[in-house]
């Protein structure tokens, strides 16, 4: 996405946003941030970030601050126990011997698609793994500040078109995880992130 020149506007629907922030889990745990990932640049209406990001800073111009709650079902989504289900142990294969109760692994679910599951348990028969989100059903803090707004070029719109929405800008490695703009379902990565300008 192209340098920030036009800083007049405030936020609407396919506005270019670029936001500094900090997330953070109930505990107080920093999960994600822009000191971390550098400024998330986003277009704004379109899907790419969690709805509470979103609506906290709408119609609102560069210089904004918030500070406040996303509550679950604006944030990752609420914990659904239907999300953890046994799976049968044959069909990790040769990774069995690799994984370990309580981390989180990028799965091959079919179509080139992974997806990140948090590991329960292990037996002869069985891995019972968790699809949730690892912040599902948490509240979290946002506090952020708006330093740009932008419209969206037709290059940048026409280029959201055929993508799922939902993307995360934070790790989703074995042993971490966020990313504030990830989908619910925490199974994308990576698309909405930008160090620079």
Same mark, same amino acid.
């Not at 109930?26 to 970030?49: A, P, R, T």
């Not at 679950?72 to 914990?79: A, I, M, Q």
């Not at 698609?113 to 002869?124: C, P, W």
């Given at each position: 996405? +192209? /340098?920030?020149?036009?800083?007049?506007?405030?936020?609407?629907? *396919?506005?270019?946003?670029?936001?500094?922030?900090?997330?953070?889990?109930?505990?107080?745990?920093?999960?994600?941030?822009?000191? &971390?990932?550098?400024?998330?640049?986003?277009?704004?209406? #379109?899907?790419?970030?969690?709805?509470? /990001?979103?609506?906290?800073?709408?119609?609102? %111009?560069?210089?904004?601050?918030?500070? %406040? /709650?996303?509550?679950?079902?604006?944030?990752?989504?609420?914990? *659904?126990?239907?999300?953890?289900?046994? #799976?049968?142990?044959?069909?990790?294969?040769?990774?069995?011997?690799?994984?370990?109760?309580?981390?989180?692994?990028?799965?091959?679910?079919?179509?080139?698609?992974?997806? &990140?599951? *948090?590991?329960?348990?292990?037996?002869? @028969?069985?891995?019972?793994?968790?699809?949730?989100?690892?912040?599902?059903?948490?509240?979290?803090?946002?506090? $952020?500040?708006?330093?740009?707004?932008?419209?969206? +070029?037709?290059?940048?719109?026409?280029?959201?078109?055929? @993508?799922?929405?939902?993307?995360?800008?934070?790790?989703? %490695?074995?042993?971490?995880?966020?990313?504030?703009?990830?989908?619910?379902?925490?199974? *994308?990565?990576?698309? $909405?992130?930008?160090?620079?300008?």
């Amino acid at each position: 996405m +192209s /340098i920030f020149k036009e800083n007049y506007m405030n936020i609407t629907e *396919k506005s270019v946003v670029k936001l500094d922030y900090n997330l953070s889990d109930e505990s107080g745990k920093i999960i994600d941030s822009s000191e &971390l990932n550098g400024s998330l640049i986003y277009i704004h209406g #379109v899907g790419m970030m969690m709805p509470g /990001i979103e609506n906290a800073i709408n119609g609102q %111009g560069v210089g904004y601050s918030y500070t %406040g /709650i996303i509550e679950p079902e604006d944030g990752y989504g609420v914990y *659904k126990p239907e999300n953890v289900m046994p #799976v049968p142990r044959a069909q990790f294969a040769h990774l069995i011997d690799q994984m370990e109760v309580g981390k989180l692994y990028n799965f091959d679910v079919g179509g080139g698609n992974t997806q &990140l599951l *948090k590991v329960v348990s292990i037996d002869d @028969e069985y891995v019972t793994v968790d699809a949730n989100h690892p912040y599902a059903g948490e509240k979290l803090t946002l506090n $952020c500040t708006v330093q740009g707004v932008r419209p969206a +070029s037709l290059d940048e719109l026409n280029s959201l078109s055929g @993508e799922s929405s939902g993307c995360g800008c934070g790790s989703h %490695g074995s042993d971490s995880s966020g990313g504030c703009c990830s989908s619910n379902d925490g199974a *994308k990565g990576g698309c $909405c992130s930008s160090k620079g300008d």
